[in-house]
């Protein structure tokens, strides 16, 4: 037996921790010497101190099985969970000592045993903890011997926090009861298993999980297994029973997952027996049938498309109060945030419904690519994270069709993170990572999009069949095992090879390094000679912002799969029979279309590069497009929109010309093409937002958005399409905000008779469309007051529906009251205020979005920096998103002097925001050189295009009285 201090009294622990009664505890206090406290919740000392890399295992000894024992005692003022871990480890090196991971456990010293299986029990000479790895060390008297198995015991204490992390505690309100229950959930990814019990917390490393979770009669308990017995009797107790799981496949320690709650459940079995559950809160149950419907179905999908079965008898989904990330793709039992599985008809929108597909289809795509095959170590974190972003479009797509999901690839994930990884302090796909801090840090657009978009483009120079046939070798090779970048390479080769869609003379490695081993992309610049239809095309990297001498990278080169179309032709074909190679700067090619017709590069936007064109060709794309814009594919008039705008961003195209593109806009009814445009016009407008230009470039923008937002008008109809849902909500955002004034009245008279209904709670009795929610309610409370505010955030308090909530809340920062939004900043930090801490920092990052709130929010940041970061630093996600919404956009001297004042002042505690915070000022100090070469310029053109708008207005209506 061992004594140690917990809390306020003396806790009697014994040896057999699980054979006798069981007690709750608090332990906060320090243990004694025969009781390791190991935390990870350090007091920010020494900071300047580098952080430790070398923090992998080491290597002598594989787990083989687990045997875990978990009582979370969900139970205010105490929170804590009893453990037991048993490992059963095989030597392949002899050394003397066990290093697991553990982390904020108090572990008792003297429960820890080893024994050989089937033969003695080893000695122990120490026991020591290494805080900076996180190491947990056992120290032998004797070595262990190649080839046999042993086995460790151990008993400890763990904290059930509501850090979002390890095994924590989240909370909801129980509307029948008016209480509030508790549940204990986990969050492992990346580095936090070690939390929850003392293991291998490495991906590559995988072993079998035995699971046995004690909980109280009146709640349950899900693992990623069905469960083998439950209700069992718990020794010494009536109040807590066991239940225990059937022993796991082999698998990683990040994707364990366990939730203990009073949450219910809807159900539906498919044909191969896979039981399907969705999980939420008793309230909720009603918002799981969308995601009971779609989530069998792309579940079945992935089982033909990767044509390896489904590997589990069961796949649980839930939707947790508290979450830190979006979703987590644990082994038959994924947890999302709320707003990322509940759907409800008539309250959410089409863009929370379209998010909530792709959600689940990314996690159930996780199922196979991370969890079946694990990358070996995070460096290729893009392989699950990338593949799982494209795939999930595919599943999307052939589960609900009429989203048109897959064609919305271009805007949603390419474009968007050319805007990352077009900066020079963007990251390799492939990085290597060491520190938890720089695996956190990964978490980023590069990995998930940039990811995606090379597969996306992979799956086109191969061809789609190709592609299949090689990641179904791969999976099939590597199941239950891990795997690297290069594993996946040599099987597509082999089956490129096979099928001969890949040259013999050319490999994907060799195309595919160029893509994942240096960061950025390429430009491809196209010189037509017209009079013998071929073209000079040139490489170049792509870098936002002028290039200064030096920064040109002369030596960064692509294999690029070149593909074009004439404008009127067929853009169907995506493969390509043409290549750029890594050492080539430039390129003739033949086939180009007969003078006075545009050629169009990258055929729907398949490659990873952006196209630039000679002026020549600019102008007949732009005539084309006044024209019969139908002539080029929706997907490369978002592209070209894109294009135009960036490059003319970046100095390499004159902004006229670039403009002169947009204006075809007022004719185009079409939701891509649109995304891109108002998302690369959306920088200019923060730019000028703050200038004397600004009046100008509503102006300009109402002539390009006023024919669609009167062609859809303000109310929906029937006849609506999915695309054209979303492209009303577009369209009404930018009238609104351009202040068109039939889209202003019409949101504050809905919003006006939302607030006069007696019963405003009512859920399908709110008099505004679902799908123009946050549009209205912002526009609404920007032009109201505090009445309109104080309205919004009691719908706030009451609504049951997470997307709802959501909208809400982000409204909220739409305010223009300085005194409510820094209300509302303080709000964001304040344990009772009915912000979630999941929420928070968005709050904060929304009101940054806001004009007004745009230097308050900083403000907030620099004043409260303690508060914050105690906040939101410790989470994975958090700091990093709340540091990009805050800082972004900026274009004045003093405001980048700020933000390296910021960085230099708090550079040891950004953690995994030091990258975000880095590309904040390089954004910044690009968006200071755009104002000071292109303000006068576009100012001028927007002048001219408003006055020869008048002109054209006063002839026709001179006309028009000559002729009536």
Known sequence: KAFFTMGAGIFLVLSLLFHHPVQSQTCEAECTADCLKLTNEKARLNLDQAKVLDVRLPTHLVPLKYTLKLIPFI????????????????????????????ADLSIENDTVTVVEKGGKKLNIDNIDYDEDREFFIIHLTESCTVGKSYVTNIQYTAYLKDNLKGFYRSAYKDEESNTTEYLATTQFQVTDARRAFPCFDEPG?????KVSLGRRKDMSSISNMPIESMGVEMEGTDEYVWDHYQQSVKMSTYLLAFVVSKFEFTESTRDSNVRFRIWSTPNSLDQTEYAKD???????????????????????????????????????????????????????????????????????????????????????????????????????????????????????????VFSMDGLKSSHEISIPVQHPDEIAEIFDKISYKKGASIIRMMNHYLSTETFRKGLTNYL?????????????????TSQGHKDGKLPLDMNVKTIMDTWTLKMGFPVVS????????????????????????????????????????????????????????EDEKSKEMAGMPENGTAVVFNVQQTGYYRVNYDTTNWNLIAKTLLEDHSAIHVENRAQIMDDALNLAKSGLLEYDTALSVTEYLSKEVEYIPWKASLTGLEYIKNMLKATPAYGDFKRYML????????????????TDTHLQILLRTIAVDWACSMENKDCLQNTVRSFAAWMRMAEPDIEDANPIDVNLRYETYCSAISSGGEAEFNFAWERYKRSQVA???????????????????????????????????????????????????????????????????DAYGQGAFFMSKLMRNVMSDRNKNIEIKNLKAFEKEHASELGTATRTVRQAIEGGEANLAWMKKNYDIIWSWLREQNENQESAKQEENVWNLILN
């Open 75 to 102: 139970i205010p003022d105490n929170f804590t969970i009893r453990g037991n871990a048993e490992i059963e480890m095989r030597c392949i090196e002899s050394s003397s000592n066990i290093t697991l991971h553990a």
């Open 205 to 209: 490393i995988k072993a079998n999980f």
């Open 526 to 581: 196209v010189e037509r000679n017209y009079a013998n239809n071929t073209a000079t095309v040139r490489q170049d990297r792509f870098l936002i912002g002028e290039v200064t001498d030096g920064e040109t990278d002369v030596d960064y080169g692509w294999w690029i799969p070149i593909t074009f179309a004439a404008a009127g032709s067929s853009f169907e074909n995506t493969y390509n029979e043409n290549w750029m190679k």
């Open 294 to 416: 779609i989530g069998p179905k792309v579940l079945e999908y992935f089982e033909s498309y990767f044509n390896v079965p489904y590997p589990l008898p069961k796949q649980d989904m839930i939707a947790i109060p508290d979450f830190g990330a979006g979703a987590m793709e644990n082994w038959g039992l994924i947890t999302y945030r709320e707003t990322a599985l509940m759907y409800k008809q008539g309250v959410s929108s089409a863009k929370s419904k379209q998010r909530i597909a792709m959600v689940i289809s990314h996690e159930l795509a996780h199922q196979w690519f991370g969890n079946l095959v694990t990358p070996s170590w995070w460096t290729d974190l893009w392989l699950n994270e990338g593949f799982a972003s494209y795939v999930a479009y595919l599943g999307v797509e052939a589960a609900q069709p009429e989203m048109k999901y897959l064609e919305q690839f271009v805007v949603t994930d390419l474009q968007d």
């Open 703 to 718: 002539r390009l958005v006023d024919p669609i937002y009167t062609e859809l008008g303000f109310n929906p109809k029937p």
């Open 476 to 492: 099939n090779e590597f199941q239950f095992n891990a795997a690297e970048q290069d594993d996946l390479w040599r099987h597509l």
């Open 803 to 869: 997307s709802e909530k959501a909208t809400i809340l982000s409204a909220l920062s739409c305010t223009k009251e300085t005194w409510l939004l820094n209300k509302y900043l303080n709000m964001s930090i304040t344990p009772s205020s009915g912000v979630r801490k999941q929420d928070g920092f968005k709050v904060i990052g929304d009101i940054a979005a806001n004009t007004i709130g745009r230097s308050l929010a900083f403000d907030f940041i620099n004043e409260e920096w303690d508060a914050v970061h």
